[in-house]
């Protein structure tokens, strides 16, 4: 049963604009919508690292931020989440779209 | 989605500490969203890709009508560093430094760090096969992410559709 988006509010480029409406099952549907069939361990390794950092500092965090922070590879990093990861991870992890450069 | 099949291709002709970061930062940003990166290094760019060169890239006060002290913190408004000081041996060297160190204030990656993270990221690179030709470069000169030395007709028949920068 998947989770139900009716009442979660997204801006115009999709992001959820309030973080606390997010949940796992929430996840894992925005998951299936940016291509993901699957959230295996390690993808929920970065997205909880994405949780944390942008809940304590109120942006997501960069994609160097999450490889320095989570210890996994930029490759690895790409290959879980493939066509723009930086994007995806701050989508699905309900966080705004990621501010940094680098 | 639209994105899908976007394609950003960079030529790199600059050797300079501080342009070798646009190129760099522009494309580590596409490869986030999800676009397809192409880095053609030529001229001075190959400085950039150069094992021997790659950590010792510089940035001349001398005639860089931008360099202004208030860089530095000093309140100088908009006076520059006098072309004068800039040829006084060590202020190339404390430039450099200088703006080493304001990048990694901001956690940007050093160049080499940052050409692998493209590599893994997907990105493809490429040398100039007249310059490397010129400048007598063997492969084995080059960091292992750059991953043949092509012809400037390759470069383009291999950026067909791709938006093209020029650095």
Redesign the interface.
Request: avoid cysteine.
């Given at each position: 049963m998947l989770a139900d988006l009716t009442a979660i509010a997204f801006n115009e480029e999709g992001f959820m604009t309030d973080p606390s409406q997010w949940t796992k099952e929430i996840a894992e549907v925005l998951a299936k919508q940016e291509g993901l069939e699957t959230l295996t361990p390690e993808h929920w390794k970065i997205i909880d690292f994405c949780r944390q950092a942008g809940l304590a500092s109120g942006k997501s965090p960069t994609l160097r931020q999450i490889t320095t922070g989570t210890g996994i590879s930029t490759k690895d990093l790409f290959a879980l989440f493939p066509k723009g990861p930086a994007k995806k991870v701050a989508k699905i992890a309900g966080l705004g779209k990621p501010e940094g450069c680098v | 989605?639209a994105?899908?099949n976007r394609k950003i291709a960079f030529i790199c002709s600059k050797g300079d500490l501080d342009m070798a970061y646009p190129a760099l930062?522009m494309g580590?940003?596409a490869?986030?969203?999800?676009?397809d990166v192409t880095l053609f290094f030529t001229f001075w760019g190959l400085d950039l890709v150069t094992k021997k060169r790659v950590d010792r890239l510089e940035i001349a006060p001398v005639a860089n009508t931008s360099f202004k002290m208030s860089m530095m913190g000093l309140p100088t408004g908009n006076l520059g560093i006098p072309n004068i000081m800039g040829i006084i041996p060590g202020m190339t060297a404390f430039a450099s430094w200088f703006m080493k160190t304001k990048m990694k204030a901001?956690?940007?990656?050093p160049v080499r760090e940052y050409l692998?993270?493209l590599s893994?990221?997907?990105a493809k690179m490429y040398g100039c096969k007249m310059t490397v030709d010129m400048f007598g470069i063997k492969k084995e000169d080059f960091l292992p992410c750059i991953e043949s030395v092509v012809t400037a007709s390759d470069f383009i028949d291999m950026t067909e559709g791709a938006q093209i920068i020029f650095i």
């Open positions: - | 989605m994105e899908a930062i580590w940003a490869l986030g969203n999800g676009i901001l956690g940007v990656p692998q993270m893994d990221g997907g």
